[in-house]
């Protein structure tokens, strides 16, 4: 039985799937995007974070720590009089995490949901992943993933799912890379084999301002996905001002590589010139 790190379960999710759903996040992403609102997604382990802007310094904290430096113990979580601290992130074996799951799953799927695995990158925990989606085949199961994995795992983990949502942020490889940190060419080619597949997906694509809000990003990705066989529908997903408010929680600064008050352009007639229905959330 294998153990994995999620850092929370959402209930009642509407926006990660059909129907009403249950949403885990899973911990881990081999992404650094700029302008990721998920930065407690971010690293593996278990971390500690804190809503510094309403604490009273009252020293209860300081009291019970034991170490020179934060292993995320949890020892202070407890004594903090205002709860302004928690660990983001749990260990869990897959036995635990399909019971967590199964607890509510027919309130859900009387709702026409299900469960999607969310991150971070539930792919980086692939091992895992696989193991909780063998034990709940009868259950709606959806993902909402980056694509940056090895194909073959790629390809193993859709055949266990009913519903594929996946990013395709910047089609361009050089700007990609700048602004991710990765290279796409292992997301195209996943991408690919789910355009030629018949599992039904959405493709997503966060609209960031002078990034890839513009003709020649919007086009190139239509025309990489016209005529893909079980394509739902096209996102556009334009970037949120507030992304950032999560990073001083956990001691970490939010420096985006663009201007986060420029305004966003978005193009859904653009997708439909190429037979693609789009939506901007």
């Not at 195209?188 to 002078?210: K, M, Y």
Request: glycine share 8%.
């Amino acid at each position: 039985m294998l153990t994995g790190t999620i850092f929370d379960i959402k209930e009642f999710a509407v926006f990660d799937g059909p129907g009403m759903r249950q949403t885990v996040f899973f911990k881990g992403c081999p992404l650094r995007c700029s302008w990721c609102h998920n930065p407690e997604g971010l690293c593996m382990q278990p971390q500690l974070m804190v809503s510094h802007a309403s604490c009273t310094d009252c020293g209860r904290c300081r009291a019970v720590c034991q170490h020179e430096t934060c292993i995320a113990c949890g020892a202070c979580v407890a004594v903090c009089p205002l709860r302004l601290r928690k660990i983001a992130g749990e260990a869990v074996s897959s036995e635990e995490l399909v019971r967590r799951i199964r607890k509510n799953a027919s309130y859900y799927a009387r709702y026409g949901g299900g469960v999607t695995f969310s991150g971070g990158e539930p792919f980086m925990q692939h091992a895992f992943l696989l193991e909780v989606l063998k034990q709940i085949p009868d259950l709606h199961r959806a993902i909402e993933t980056s694509g940056f994995c090895d194909q073959a795992v790629f390809e193993e983990v859709v055949r266990h799912l009913d519903y594929v949502m996946m990013d395709l942020k910047i089609f361009d490889e050089e700007k990609h890379l700048r602004y991710t940190g990765v290279s796409n060419q292992k997301i195209l080619e996943n991408a690919r084999q789910l355009c030629s597949s018949d599992t039904p997906f959405v493709i997503r694509i966060p609209v960031i301002p002078g990034v890839n809000d513009n003709e020649e990003n919007y086009r190139a990705t239509a025309e990489f996905l016209q005529g893909a066989k079980a394509l739902q529908k096209v996102e556009l997903l334009p970037y949120h001002k507030t992304a950032g408010a999560k990073y001083s929680m956990l001691g970490m600064e939010y420096q985006p590589d663009f201007d986060p008050e420029a305004a966003v352009q978005t193009s859904a007639k653009l997708f439909a010139e190429y037979g693609i229905a789009c939506e901007v959330l």
